[in-house]
C-alpha cells in the first residue's frame, strides 16, 4: 500500500486560496488519489479524486504531479466552514488484492481565520 | 446521503461486558468498513468487509470481531469491552470508488 506524507497543520486566511499539498511517492499505477476532509466529530466527507489529469469539481481542484508522485489539493476562496481535518488517500480504483483495505493517514489540520 | 444508519449512536457500557454496534445501508453495496477514530490517531481500519460472510482484517483488529449475514448490515462486536476500545466508531461504504460515512457512535467503556 502506497503511504502518503501530509503537513500535520495549515493555517489560512478566509478568502483566500488554500493549498494542502501530499505526497505519495510509492503510488501504484492504478491507484487514484482520493482526498476527504472531516470536518469536528462528523464522518469523514468525499471531495475529489483524480489519477493522473487536474480534476475540478464545486469544493475543489485536484492537481497532481507527472509523475505522479505528489498531489495538491486547491480550495480557491477557503471560508471558516472549510476548517477541517484533510486526508490525501491512494486507492486502487478496480478490483485486485489490496482493492478492499482502506487505511487513512494523520492527515492536515487546515484552520481557516477570520 | 448514502443511506447508512448507525446505531447505537451513544453508548455508555462497563468493562468486560460485550457490546454490539451495527451499521445498515440501504443501497445494496458490497464494501463496507469499520472506523474508530481516537484523539492524535486519526480513522484506524478495525476491520472491513467485501460480501456477505466475506470480512477482513484492518490495522487494529485485535479484542473486535464482524459480522456480515446480509448486505445491509455490518456488525461489529467487543466481546468483552476494554476502557482502550472507548472511542469514536464509524462505519463507511463504498460506492463507486468513494467512502459514505455514517454519523459515528460514540463508545465509552468505564
Known amino acids: 500500500d502506497a503511504k502518503t506524507t501530509q503537513p500535520t497543520s495549515m493555517d489560512c486566511a478566509e478568502g483566500r486560496a488554500a493549498n494542502l499539498p501530499c505526497n505519495h511517492s510509492?503510488?501504484?499505477?492504478?491507484?487514484?488519489v482520493y482526498w476527504y476532509r472531516q470536518i469536528h466529530s462528523q464522518g469523514p466527507q468525499y471531495i475529489i479524486h483524480?489519477?493522473?489529469n487536474n480534476e475540478t469539481n464545486e469544493m475543489a481542484s485536484l492537481i497532481i504531479t507527472e509523475d505522479r508522485k505528489s498531489s495538491t489539493l486547491i480550495l480557491p476562496h477557503a471560508t471558516l466552514r472549510d476548517t477541517a481535518v484533510y486526508y490525501c488517500?491512494?486507492?486502487?480504483?478496480?478490483?485486485?488484492?489490496?482493492?478492499?483495505?482502506?487505511?487513512f493517514g494523520q492527515g492536515t489540520i487546515l484552520t481557516v481565520h477570520p | 446521503d448514502a443511506g447508512i444508519t448507525q446505531s447505537p449512536r451513544h453508548k455508555v457500557t462497563e468493562t468486560g461486558t460485550p457490546v454490539t454496534l451495527r451499521c445498515h445501508q440501504t443501497?445494496?453495496?458490497?464494501?463496507m468498513y469499520w472506523y474508530r477514530q481516537d484523539p492524535g490517531h486519526g480513522l484506524r481500519l478495525i476491520h472491513y468487509?467485501?460480501?456477505?460472510?466475506?470480512?477482513d482484517k484492518g490495522e487494529v483488529s485485535d479484542g473486535y470481531s464482524v459480522s456480515r449475514s446480509k448486505t445491509e448490515d455490518f456488525l461489529l462486536t467487543l466481546e468483552s469491552a476494554t476502557s482502550s476500545q472507548t472511542s469514536v466508531y464509524f462505519c463507511?461504504?463504498?460506492?463507486?470508488?468513494?467512502?459514505?460515512f455514517g454519523e459515528g457512535s460514540r463508545l465509552t467503556v468505564l
Open positions: 463507511a461504504i463504498r460506492r463507486a470508488g468513494e467512502l459514505f
Open positions: 510509492t503510488i501504484s499505477g492504478n491507484e487514484y
Open positions: 483524480g489519477l493522473k
Open positions: 488517500i491512494p486507492q486502487p480504483n478496480a478490483g485486485g488484492t489490496s482493492y478492499g483495505k482502506l487505511t
Open positions: 443501497e445494496n453495496h458490497r464494501y
Open positions: 468487509s467485501y460480501g456477505v460472510k466475506d470480512t
